[in-house]
């Protein structure tokens, strides 16, 4: 079965510190795919990155990166510089063929940063 | 480019009202087509998914059903609403089967009184 658990509920910070979100995850695929997703208040998802399970290079995007660790089943998420705009719902996924590559969704995190 | 269209942004409907929410995918054919529904405070659960038109599947028995008349259009139906069906209704498409990543619409914020 495929399982993301995100065991922080809700993380506060103030503007300009660092913030790392966790991410663990089950799968009985040897092939699988990992996603994160960005939910501000207005509501719409948006996609923030795709990481194949086949590569476990860390990637960075701006204030945004990713550590992906097979050994430990985790693709946490560290925004650097934290700002206001920042301040969403981050959910991770994962997908892969057992279910028929439909995303599976953690319970998500919230996010403050506070001025 | 893709762009995902879904309508109403809210409503508010009795119980026991039906239901009729739209969502429509521009610019690319063949999608794969989602509706995900978000309570109050929890994650993402998936209601229904399609790969083609009039292929619909299930994940979970309720209270709803899910049509693709078209190609590019994807209905969430209700013949009766229940308190329980209130949440944030999400649309969303994928580019084909496999390990690519859905594209979401703006949402639904159904409230059922």
């Known amino acids: 079965a495929q399982k993301v658990t995100q065991a922080q509920t809700e993380i506060s910070v103030v503007e300009k510190e660092d913030v790392t979100l966790d991410c663990v995850y089950e799968?009985?695929?040897?092939?699988?795919?990992l996603f994160w997703y960005k939910q501000p208040p207005s509501g719409e998802l948006v996609f923030l990155i795709r990481?194949?399970?086949?590569?476990?290079q860390n990637e960075i995007s701006g204030r945004y990166s990713w550590n992906f660790q097979k050994s430990t089943s985790s693709f946490n998420f560290t925004i650097t510089a934290s700002q206001v705009v920042d301040s969403a719902v981050y959910f991770c996924?994962?997908?892969?063929?057992?279910?028929?590559?439909?995303?599976?969704f953690g319970a998500g995190t919230t996010v403050t940063v506070r001025a | 480019s893709q762009t995902i269209h879904q309508w109403p942004a809210t409503l508010v409907q009795p119980v026991g009202s039906p239901l009729s929410l739209e969502c429509t995918v521009e610019?690319?054919?063949?999608?794969?087509l989602y509706w995900y529904r978000q309570a109050a405070g929890r994650g993402l659960q998936l209601l229904f998914y399609s790969v083609g038109i009039g292929q619909i599947s299930s994940e979970v028995p309720q209270n709803l059903s899910a049509s693709r008349p078209q190609d590019r259009q994807f209905i969430l139906s209700s013949k009766k609403l229940l308190l329980s069906d209130s949440g944030f209704y999400l649309c969303?498409?994928?580019?084909?089967?496999?390990?690519?990543?859905?594209?979401f619409g703006q949402g639904t914020r159904l409230t059922v009184v």
């Open positions: 799968t009985r695929d040897t092939t699988y795919y």
């Open positions: 610019g690319t054919s063949n999608p794969n």
């Open positions: 990481r194949n399970s086949f590569d476990e």
């Open positions: 969303a498409w994928s580019v084909s089967r496999g390990p690519t990543e859905a594209f």
């Open positions: 996924a994962l997908s892969g063929v057992f279910n028929d590559y439909k995303l599976s």
